[in-house]
């Protein structure tokens, strides 16, 4: 068996959250290609700011095969308090997509940073590619829309509706969990719940997200532990044409400042 990786990027996502095409242009896969195993997304900033977070979303398109839905966070890189802090940077994170694909297809890579940030940041996707067909089922992924975390201990906040179709089973949870402005003695530690209607069992069905960790004194950075992830296999009620899921956040502390959080769950 052949398995190589290819990279895309690094492109500039701006300072705005319009979706840009990763590395200019299609990415052309070799020949001999029978499937896309995984993708690896990666972002930087050059010129981090003070109360921003950097929280984006990788998303793959093509006209010559099937593969969308798939929209999947990369690593986000956490906001920080002071002149002479920085922002700590997570491992990237890898994602099966299992798709098939005849050698000359092209792929379309698209970049989009969620919040507005002062300096724009970048980001590279490889993409691991295989001589042989998908191992495995194919995958699929959908996230919702970027919500505020608010401000209150134990109050669930219910994020947006999004749906997608044609599913048989969750197969992870996804969710990405931000702050803005820092503040000493402050953490966000909780959970999200997922809720749909179409699911065969009513729950649970709660992540438990990476806490967000801050500091004492003037300096102060946070770190996050990248995406959090968790596999599930929980099942779609047979013949369902469209899903919708909710999600709802929950922190144990109480903020000054509301942060953000955005889900998805990944699914064949």
Known sequence: MTMSIDVVGPTSLGTGTTKTLIGGGNLVLPGWARSIVAIIPTVSIAVPTAAQSVITKVSLESDDFTVGPFEVPAAPIGSFLGALSNPGLAKAERYLVNCPVNGGDQLKIYGQALVLNTGAPSMSVAVVISDQPPGGSQRFAKMGVLTATGLVASTEIAGTLYSF??????????????????????????????????????????????PVIAGLGAAINTVIDGVSRAPVDFPIKAGTSQTNIQDYFTMNGTLAVAGYFVTGVIFE
């Open 165 to 210: 179709s044609k599913a048989r089973s969750i197969v992870e949870l996804l969710a990405v969990v931000a702050p803005t402005t820092v503040a000493a003695a402050e953490d966000i530690h909780g959970h999200i719940r997922y809720s749909s209607s179409e699911f065969e069992y009513a729950g649970p069905l709660k992540l438990p997200y990476n």
